[in-house]
Every structure is written in C-alpha cells, then in structure tokens.
C-alpha cells in the first residue's frame, strides 16, 4: 500500500514558469519529509527537506509548503530553468525508514 | 562532504551468476545502510535495512537468501544478488545516514548501480 501520494506523474513547465509538485500521506507517525532530485541513471539527491512542525521552508528557488492538518506537502521550483529537468521524489520517514511517493518526471522547456 | 560511492556502476552477468555489489560512505561513518531497488519510471522500493555488525532487515517481499546484505564495517555494505535471474535487473541504490551530521532522519544515496541479467 503506497503511503505517500504523489501527483503530477509529469509536469512540463516552461522556463521561468513555477513548478508545482504535489503529496499527500497517511501516516501521522510520520516525522521528516525530504524532496529528492534524480536524473537519469543517477542516484536521487537530497534537494530540501522539512519537519512537521514548520510550515514553509524555502532554499532559493526550492519552497516546501507543509499543511499537517491535511497531510499534504508541496514543493514549489521558482524560476524553473531547463536543468531542473529530472525526476522529483517525495517522501516521509518513521524513525529511519524512508517511504517514497512515485515519482514525477518535470520537463522545462527552453 | 557526505559522499556515497557504489561498485561497480554496471555489470551485465548470465543467468545463474551471483553479482556483488559495494556501497562504501567516503567521509563519515555509517552506522545504518539502506538498499532500494528500482526498475525503469518506477519509485524506489526499500530491499533492506543493514546495521553494522548485525543482520540486515529484509522488507516484506525481499528474499533473504537471494539479496545477501553484509555491513562488515561503518563505511562498508555489500549486496549479493545470487542465483541472478533476468527479472532481477534493475538499478540497485544504496543510502546511508550520517549519526549526527544533518540528523539521524536524512540518507545520503549512492549513484546506483544497473544490474542487466542475461
């Protein structure tokens, strides 16, 4: 049973446009939510992460938006350039144990 | 600084073979080592939990005597894939976390490794 909800499965944006990517989870022991970044054939890396007990959190152009009563988080790409072209994972943890979302493929286009 | 290498990137064996691959922490020590798998547009899928010293802990699902897990030091884990089949090809990546150095909740993921079997 997938315990973290992600949408869009693809996201095409153009650039300088906002990219909006959407999760949602059931787990309230749920305690961190990381964004990983991955491109093709490499491992995801760690872009921003957030802690339950904050609301937004912005690095640059990377914004973590956290409503807790609904159990949604999103991360927001300002200024989307075509490098940010990857694949963008949420996901939560327990203790040590990292649950990811699905997954979304984001395009910009020059 | 938190750097996590893999060995090899990729390797193609025949059906039967077993394959060893190595997740190594270049600059800190990793008490914890995780494995996932992922086949092509798919997620990451969690194989196992590996603590120095002691048994991994497999995820429902994961064969024990098929994916041998080996944490025989903090910076060092291995997988072994035995018996490889052509439905255990995928990419293998490995994480590990840093006690103390961005907190005990953040895994620091290596560059993968693609196993193609024959």
């Known amino acids: 049973q997938q315990q973290v909800k992600q949408s869009p499965q693809s996201l095409i944006v153009q650039k300088g446009g906002i990219s909006i990517i959407n999760c949602a989870y059931e787990n309230t022991a749920f305690d961190y939510f990381p964004w990983y970044q991955q491109f093709p054939g490499k491992g995801p890396a760690l872009l921003i992460a957030?802690?339950?007990?904050?609301s937004e959190k912005k690095e640059g152009r990377f914004t973590i938006s956290f409503n807790k009563s609904a159990k949604q988080f999103s991360l927001h790409i300002m200024d989307s350039q075509p490098g940010d072209s990857a694949t963008y994972f949420c996901?939560?943890?327990?203790?040590?144990?990292?649950?990811f979302g699905e997954g979304t493929q984001l395009t910009v286009n020059p | 600084g938190a750097v996590v290498s893999q060995h090899p990137s990729w390797v193609i064996c025949k059906s039967g073979t077993s394959v060893k691959i190595e997740c190594r922490s270049l600059?800190?020590?990793?008490?914890?080592m995780f494995w996932y798998r992922q086949f092509p547009k798919q997620s990451l899928m969690l194989m196992a939990t590996s603590n120095e010293g002691s048994k991994a802990t497999y995820e429902q699902g994961v064969e024990k005597d098929k994916f041998l897990i080996n944490h025989a030091s903090l910076t060092l884990s291995t997988l072994t894939v035995t018996s490889a089949h052509p439905e255990d090809s995928s990419f293998y990546i490995c994480?590990?976390?840093?006690?103390?150095?961005?907190?005990?909740?953040?895994?620091?993921f290596g560059p993968g490794t693609r196993l193609t079997v024959l």
């Open positions: 994480s590990a976390s840093p006690p103390g150095l961005a907190g005990p909740d953040t895994q620091y």
């Open positions: 600059d800190f020590q990793a008490t914890t």
């Open positions: 996901a939560a943890t327990s203790g040590s144990r990292l649950t």
């Open positions: 957030i802690r339950p007990d904050v």
